[in-house]
């Protein structure tokens, strides 16, 4: 069997996948850089964190079918892993839903995953970090090939499947223009969640001495994006 590289297992979240009861499988590694990244040490220190045994985790779901409604496979960025799929067929031979969050930055693999004939997440939450100009490498910490982070918009606005998109709201990256851009850009889309910003997890520590924006704020870039997609929410205000 594949030697999976999990780092971290939350047994039960109420609020990684909207309206189910999940448990939160860790990956390690990303192609981002991203400043305000709150999961750093899954980025750049992964190895100061215990691994987890599949194993220990397919116990625990196995014990708690009736409970757990599904696994949320998040990191770091999962695409990265060409061990992806094997994992997600462990969790869906338990009888178990998947979401996968991503950067998109991979539409390849998302093609293998999302694939109609051998359809392995039953849900993928897309990170837009910003507009699709030149402000998404700032966003990102790294270049960042927009080609690929379109075709993963539309792969997955054409997948068939249960989606959303997410913008976490980052005062120095993100404005209601910002917002607006990026709701354009996914016009159309089923769901669009805009995310409060948690300085205090953030890796560098610029980023941390940030004032988010207002609650107030955040909800009238709601009503902006709702011009473009219907179904904008906010979370963590």
Same mark, same amino acid.
């Given at each position: 069997?594949?030697?999976?590289?999990?780092?971290?297992?939350?047994?039960?979240?109420?609020?990684?996948?909207?309206?189910?009861?999940?448990?939160?499988?860790?990956?390690?590694?990303?192609?981002?850089?991203?400043?305000?990244?709150?999961?750093?040490?899954?980025?750049?220190?992964?190895?100061? $964190?215990?691994?987890?045994?599949?194993?220990? +985790?397919?116990?625990?779901?196995?014990?708690?079918?009736?409970?757990?409604?599904?696994?949320?496979?998040?990191?770091?960025?999962?695409?990265?892993?060409?061990?992806?799929?094997?994992?997600?067929?462990?969790?869906?031979?338990?009888?178990?839903?998947?979401?996968?969050?991503?950067?998109?930055?991979?539409?390849?693999?998302?093609?293998?995953?999302?694939?109609?004939?051998?359809?392995?997440?039953?849900?993928?939450?897309?990170?837009?970090?910003?507009?699709?100009?030149?402000?998404?490498?700032?966003?990102?910490?790294?270049?960042?090939? $927009?080609?690929?982070?379109?075709?993963?918009?539309?792969? +997955?606005?054409?997948?068939? +499947?249960?989606?959303?998109?997410?913008?976490?709201?980052?005062?120095?990256?993100?404005?209601?223009?910002?917002?607006?851009? +990026?709701?354009?850009?996914?016009?159309?889309?089923?769901?669009?969640?805009?995310?409060?910003?948690?300085?205090?997890?953030?890796?560098?520590?610029?980023?941390?001495?940030?004032?988010?924006?207002?609650?107030?704020?955040?909800?009238?870039?709601?009503?902006?994006?709702?011009?473009?997609?219907?179904?904008?929410?906010?979370?963590?205000?």
């Amino acid at each position: 069997m594949t030697a999976f590289d999990l780092r971290g297992f939350l047994e039960t979240s109420f609020l990684d996948w909207d309206g189910k009861v999940s448990s939160v499988v860790f990956l390690p590694e990303c192609n981002f850089n991203c400043p305000c990244c709150s999961n750093w040490l899954l980025v750049h220190e992964p190895g100061s $964190l215990p691994a987890v045994e599949l194993e220990k +985790i397919e116990r625990f779901l196995t014990e708690r079918k009736d409970f757990i409604d599904g696994v949320v496979i998040t990191g770091g960025e999962p695409t990265v892993h060409p061990w992806l799929p094997e994992l997600i067929k462990h969790f869906k031979d338990l009888g178990l839903s998947v979401k996968l969050d991503t950067n998109g930055t991979n539409p390849k693999m998302l093609q293998r995953l999302v694939a109609r004939d051998s359809r392995l997440v039953d849900y993928v939450a897309m990170d837009i970090k910003a507009p699709l100009n030149e402000k998404y490498e700032a966003a990102a910490g790294v270049k960042v090939d $927009l080609a690929k982070i379109r075709e993963s918009i539309k792969l +997955i606005m054409n997948s068939g +499947i249960d989606y959303e998109f997410r913008t976490t709201v980052v005062p120095n990256v993100i404005g209601k223009m910002e917002i607006e851009e +990026i709701a354009a850009a996914i016009a159309g889309a089923k769901k669009y969640a805009l995310q409060q910003f948690v300085p205090a997890h953030s890796l560098i520590k610029e980023m941390q001495a940030l004032d988010p924006h207002p609650g107030e704020t955040i909800k009238e870039m709601a009503e902006l994006a709702k011009k473009y997609v219907a179904n904008t929410i906010v979370r963590g205000v």
